[in-house]
């Protein structure tokens, strides 16, 4: 048939004139790379936020779509705000950071992912605004959650930060 001699790896090392349009259905992420051995790709990690609710009594069901503003800031290793667009995604949304464009929109249940920040690039991520809750944690890569809205640390190369903030009392 048509695909007898079709490979099953989605993997490709060279696309050529490849017509990818037809891979598009609803939400897809394709990372395309160029890579050379001129120019080999530069060290990267990425950063992820997620968010949880746990009211403190049941009949809150508005708090779980509830969106809740985060912050996230990146300083390169100049020291200096990140130059660039740093592109996420995840469950129910799909992105990207710049330094104009530092606010992300998170609900109940939710992550993101950004990828592709240079090794060593600082990150601070703040929840803000007052969501009523009295009980606010973030944990850093499954260390114990602390009282707190903010969240600081440093990009590892091919390593991923994960960020988990809980709202917990009403």
């Not at 079709?6 to 490709?12: G, I, L, P």
């Not at 609710?53 to 990146?74: H, I, M, R, S, W």
């Amino acid at each position: 048939g048509k695909y007898a001699d079709a490979k099953t790896d989605a993997n490709k090392d060279d696309l050529g004139h490849t017509d990818l349009t037809n891979l598009f259905t609803l939400l897809n992420v394709v990372v395309v790379e160029d890579r050379t051995t001129q120019n080999p790709a530069p060290a990267t990690g990425q950063l992820t936020i997620r968010k949880e609710v746990k009211p403190a009594e049941e009949g809150y069901k508005e708090l779980y779509t509830q969106n809740f503003e985060f912050k996230v800031e990146l300083i390169g290793q100049d020291g200096k705000a990140l130059e660039g667009r740093y592109y996420f995604w995840g469950s129910d949304k799909a992105g990207y950071w710049d330094k104009e464009h530092q606010t992300i929109l998170l609900h109940h249940d939710e992550e993101i992912t950004i990828q592709g920040l240079p090794a060593g690039t600082k990150f601070t991520v703040t929840e803000t605004g007052d969501n009523g809750f009295t009980d606010v944690t973030v944990a850093v890569d499954g260390g114990a959650p602390v009282s707190g809205t903010k969240a600081e640390g440093t990009i590892q190369e091919k390593a991923t930060v994960r960020i988990a903030f809980v709202n917990g009392g009403t």
